[in-house]
Structures are given as C-alpha cells and as structure tokens.
C-alpha cells in the first residue's frame, strides 16, 4: 500500500469518527450555558445561567498560561476515540495561541476503562508526567478501548517513564477520588452528556467539529485583544 493509499484511509477513518459524533451531538441537548472566570454572558437578552465553578476547579489539570484571557474547558472522557480524534486540532489551537488560550480537563466517566485511565492520569500528575502519560494512552487508545483492565494503557504510561508500582499506590488515594467525584458531580450539574464536551469561557460549542471550535476560541482571542 503506497503514502497516498494509507493517507486517504487515515482521513476517511478521522471524519468517520467526527460524523458520528456530530449525529449524536444536537444543539438541542447541548450543555446548559454557563460562565467561566472572566468570561462574558452571550448578546441574546437573556443571561446564562452562572456555573463558573462547575466548569473549571482548582484541581483540574492545565495547559497552557494559568492567566491567559481565554480558556477551553474540556470534559474528556479518555476512552472516547472522539476525544482522541479531537486531541490534534485542541493542541494546534493552543499552538496557535500560545499567550491567550489555556485548556482545562475534566474527566468523564462514561465508557469501559475510562476511571481506570483518569485514575492513572492523576497519578501521572504526582510523578510531573500527567502530559507525557496522557499522548501516550491516546496513542496507544485503540489497543485498550475495550479492555477493563486497559492493559496497554499501563505499558504506553510505562514506557513514557510512568513507575507503575507508585503510580498505582497514588490512584485510589482520598485526593484522586475527590477529583473525579467532583468532576462526575458537575458533568451532571452541567448537562453534559456525551464526549467531548467544550465551553470556551463559558460559551458552550454549538456545532460540533474542529473548525467550529478554532472559530469560536478566535472570536474569545479577538475579544480579549480589543
């Protein structure tokens, strides 16, 4: 199979993954509307309803400047293959961006593995190797998707250098268990009801896809710069 053979087929199969997600995704179920730390209430007569602190908590994880004047929140599940099919056009968002776009996480736990993985992901964080172990259980998410016990998972965050045996021991701490209680409290509280779900300081992602995405973060950027 020749470059352009395997590139075609790598293209079908990502828009695929989006268009199944979009027919799953209707504005009419989207998220509640809801405002983030300095974020500003939509121009349509009426203002949305305030729920700052169920989008970003002091323990998500960041990427990005901690102040930058827009932020993406993301509620990730890290066994959705939307996410991860998602994951490349966040990251050039932020690349592009790289002063005045931050992202937050907040798990969801909605499919087989994904406690298992956000567990291990925190404890990643305690190791400083949250962002390495993330791109590599992304990476490796087709071989575990379906496995409870997400066995390759384990051997990606390995081989980026995650210790296992520690990283096991801090993953059911009362700290991780508070992290995920909370984000699945506020994945309710907010209406979120498939992966991914975004709000761009606090604007809910009307219509589903990549590019929606980078023109809403622009029009925050735009704002943010006048």
């Known amino acids: 199979m020749n470059r352009r053979s395997v590139v075609l087929i790598v293209s079908v199969v990502i828009l695929a993954v989006f268009a199944a997600a979009a027919f799953f995704y209707s504005p009419s179920q989207s998220p509640q509307q809801a405002q983030a730390p300095g974020s500003t209430a939509q121009e349509t007569g009426t203002q949305p309803k305030q729920n700052g602190g169920q989008l970003v908590r002091f323990h998500s994880p960041v990427f990005g ?3 930058a004047p827009v932020t993406i929140v993301e509620f ?10 998602f994951h490349p056009y966040v990251k050039q968002i932020l690349a592009e961006n790289p002063e005045d776009v931050r992202l937050v996480l907040r798990y ?25 172990v ?7 998410q087709p071989g575990w998707h379906d496995d409870p016990k997400v066995t390759q998972a384990w051997a990606a965050a390995e081989r980026v250098g995650l210790n296992l045996e520690q990283a096991r021991q801090d993953m059911h701490t009362p700290g991780v268990n ?8 506020d994945v309710k509280a907010v ?4 992966t991914p779900t975004f709000f761009v300081n606090g604007r809910a992602l009307s219509e589903f896809g990549p590019e929606p995405l980078r023109q809403l973060v622009n029009s925050e950027v735009a704002k943010a710069r006048e």
């Open 191 to 194: 209406g979120v009801r498939g």
């Open 65 to 67: 400047p901690a102040q």
């Open 178 to 185: 508070a992290v995920l209680e909370t984000d699945m409290q």
């Open 134 to 140: 993330l791109e590599a259980v992304l990476e490796a």
């Open 108 to 132: 969801v736990l909605f499919h087989q593995g994904s406690e298992e993985v956000a567990r291990m992901l925190e404890a990643a964080r305690k190791q400083n190797l949250h962002e390495k």
């Open 76 to 85: 990730f599940d890290p066994s959705c293959e939307a996410c991860r099919a």
